[in-house]
């Protein structure tokens, strides 16, 4: 299917619906007017019996929004809420005065135009919360929208003008508006080849100096005459006529073990031939 474009953006129509917030079960109140000009106050309302018991949606198609409440057992629409496009999202979704769960929404029939006031009640404030930051993203994404739009206008605008200019000269081919051609010469200025040197920082300088001086310095090596002390108590520590005769002197004999000092003809046989 063809899709209608309007100075090259897809038209609203053409667009997936996509759902920014969705809510399983919120309250919808049958509520006063305003007692006074600054708003609504939930106050005023009987919260504890609502009106029906809804599912709660947050579309965006394009540029329009929706607010929409569907029956929760069903999934019918019960009442929609279109955000406007060229109007703050207030004017269509007013919290009240003295909650942060409660909502004042303006809904609209979209065959007959017919408008009514309702109240929207949350359990929790963090699902009003993230209700209040869906509408509040719809607004920022129409301003960005709108802004795309106008900086595009701007653009064929100038486009055109430049045509107008080409044409004028007998330039042929197609108009531009920045020419990304590389033309002239480009220099490059290499430190050390002969070019013009760059400044130095004095302070830098004498840091640099002075870590050099200090990765350069040798280390100096140990004195010639360094000995390693022996550790307490050992035989090399003792004084050399205590240490000789312990080194050098045989051990003692003890009963169990035999001495290869002489031989002994004890237990051995006598072979002669």
């Given at each position: 299917?063809a899709?209608?474009?309007?100075?090259?953006?897809?038209?609203?129509?053409?667009?997936?619906?996509i759902?920014?917030?969705?809510?399983p079960?919120?309250?919808v109140?049958?509520?006063?007017?305003?007692p006074?000009?600054?708003?609504h106050?939930?106050?005023g309302?009987?919260?504890?019996?609502?009106l029906?018991?809804?599912?709660?949606?947050?579309?965006?198609?394009?540029?329009?929004?929706?607010?929409?409440?569907?029956?929760?057992?069903?999934?019918?629409?019960?009442?929609?809420?279109?955000?406007?496009?060229?109007?703050?999202v207030?004017?269509?979704?007013?919290?009240v005065?003295?909650?942060?769960r409660y909502?004042?929404?303006?809904?609209?029939?979209?065959a007959?135009?017919?408008?009514a006031?309702?109240?929207?009640?949350?359990?929790?404030?963090?699902?009003?919360?993230?209700?209040?930051?869906a509408?509040?993203e719809h607004?920022?994404?129409?301003?960005?929208?709108?802004?795309?739009?106008?900086?595009r206008?701007?653009?064929?605008?100038?486009?055109?003008?430049?045509?107008?200019e080409?044409?004028?000269?007998?330039?042929?081919?197609?108009?531009?508006l920045?020419?990304?051609?590389?033309?002239?010469?480009?220099h490059?200025?290499?430190?050390?080849?002969?070019?013009?040197?760059?400044k130095?920082?004095?302070e830098?300088?004498k840091?640099?100096?002075?870590?050099?001086?200090?990765?350069?310095?040798?280390?100096?090596?140990?004195?010639?005459?360094?000995?390693?002390?022996?550790?307490?108590?050992?035989?090399?520590?003792?004084?050399?006529?205590?240490?000789?005769?312990?080194?050098?002197?045989?051990?003692?004999?003890?009963?169990?073990?035999?001495?290869?000092?002489?031989?002994?003809?004890?237990?051995?046989?006598?072979?002669?031939s």
């Amino acid at each position: 299917a063809a899709c209608a474009l309007t100075h090259g953006v897809m038209a609203d129509d053409d667009r997936v619906e996509i759902t920014t917030f969705s809510l399983p079960e919120a309250y919808v109140y049958a509520i006063p007017p305003a007692p006074t000009h600054a708003g609504h106050r939930a106050d005023g309302w009987n919260v504890e019996k609502w009106l029906k018991a809804v599912r709660v949606k947050v579309t965006a198609k394009g540029e329009r929004g929706h607010i929409k409440l569907e029956d929760v057992e069903t999934g019918e629409l019960f009442a929609a809420c279109p955000l406007p496009r060229d109007a703050p999202v207030s004017t269509a979704v007013e919290p009240v005065l003295d909650s942060s769960r409660y909502f004042v929404l303006r809904v609209e029939d979209e065959a007959t135009r017919r408008h009514a006031f309702l109240g929207l009640g949350f359990r929790q404030r963090d699902d009003a919360s993230d209700f209040k930051l869906a509408v509040q993203e719809h607004q920022g994404r129409a301003d960005r929208e709108k802004e795309a739009l106008a900086a595009r206008a701007e653009y064929e605008k100038e486009l055109a003008e430049k045509k107008r200019e080409q044409e004028a000269a007998g330039i042929t081919g197609p108009a531009r508006l920045h020419d990304f051609s590389l033309k002239g010469t480009i220099h490059v200025a290499v430190p050390g080849s002969g070019g013009k040197k760059n400044k130095t920082n004095p302070e830098t300088e004498k840091e640099k100096t002075a870590a050099a001086a200090i990765l350069g310095a040798p280390i100096a090596p140990p004195p010639n005459n360094a000995t390693i002390a022996p550790p307490p108590g050992s035989l090399l520590s003792a004084p050399p006529a205590i240490a000789a005769p312990l080194l050098t002197a045989a051990p003692p004999a003890e009963e169990g073990w035999a001495s290869f000092d002489a031989p002994s003809d004890e237990g051995w046989a006598d072979f002669q031939s």
